[in-house]
């Protein structure tokens, strides 16, 4: 409840400040905008509130994560692990399965992905078990996988998750590569932070 | 579903991308924020997944209008109606709940209110009927109303719907009043538009 209107407690309705704070739970959402999403589930027809419903309902019991790559899917295997055509000697490791949605949009790349679900970040207690790690070394262990492309977040914790990753992979005679790093497309270099530049230095290509 | 994403459907979870349309459609939530909240959703546990969609399905169950006052309740009569230390011979009129709300914060009125849910717009096709109006009408029969404060808007649309109302109030010889116009406490001369410093100044208060 926020502080302004605590003092509101008494001319709240029970069933409308439960609304309220389940809205306020979810991430970006404030009171303000909590209020006003219950104030409009409140307007909505009887079929659109519970369709809205069942829909959380439903997403939450039906997504899992895919037995191969570990990416969301409702059936047994994510639509890209099902895919003939995608060449699956090269892995893509991304944290998240939004990562996947980005990589995708490009178009430029056709082998599989696999999602870790987060990063290593001892700040926050998540250590290499609580990732999906052991799914990708099984992965592995046919041989048929020439080359694992590390696309963790260009962050601290995605970079040790990454470092970690390659060092367990390197002894099994695999290559391990990580995205490039450099300005991006369309940004204006006396914008660009130097640690960025100074990679995109190191980085340089001949042309 | 995004425009940017479209061509994705092919990889997207059919249960995941329903829940993201759903988010999308209240108000204030983009498809970047609907996807986050998605993901969220699917990320929590059960029981807090299961509160999730029962908390929107009790509020849009239980919540209806006050009998006297059109404000939202989950009871028969809202707090302020049933508070017999009210003083119901002022009635003030505003278009929302939450006008209640940020009223009841002012810990200055001791009245009840009357919620409208909505002002006359013919742009939007919103007419005198579609207000609660006849319940406020209902209201004045019994002779016990002094005075009603016009508390809509400052918008062309509350103005209209307090010109509106204050015409069919005035036969019935009852005072109507309208919130003042004014700078806002706290506000900067040089920013407050033209319209309102002249009703500011057309407002004065001898001190």
Chains 1, 2 share one sequence.
Do not use: W
Request: a negative charge; aromatic letters at 4%.
């Amino acid at each position: 409840m926020c502080p302004v209107c605590s003092d509101m407690a008494s001319y709240t309705v029970a069933p409308l400040s439960r609304l309220v704070d389940e809205f306020e739970s979810l991430p970006g959402i404030g009171h303000k905008s909590a209020q006003r999403l219950a104030y409009h589930v409140i307007g909505l027809s009887k079929e659109k509130a519970e369709e809205l419903a069942s829909s959380i309902l439903d997403a939450h019991e039906k997504i899992h994560y895919c037995r191969i790559c570990c990416n969301l899917t409702d059936q047994e295997l994510c639509p890209i692990c099902r895919n003939e055509e995608r060449d699956k000697s090269v892995i893509c490791v991304v944290e998240d399965p939004r990562d996947v949605m980005a990589l995708e949009r490009t178009h430029e790349f056709h082998a599989v992905y696999h999602v870790l679900h987060g990063a290593i970040s001892p700040l926050s207690g998540v250590g290499p078990d609580q990732l999906c790690i052991k799914e990708l070394l099984a992965r592995l262990s046919n041989n048929e996988v020439k080359e694992v492309i590390m696309a963790t977040n260009p962050t601290v914790e995605g970079e040790a998750t990454a470092m970690y990753i390659s060092r367990l992979l390197k002894p099994m005679g695999i290559k391990v590569t990580r995205l490039a790093y450099g300005i991006p497309v369309g940004g204006d270099l006396e914008y660009a932070d130097e640690v960025t530049l100074s990679r995109a230095i190191e980085g340089r290509n001949e042309i």
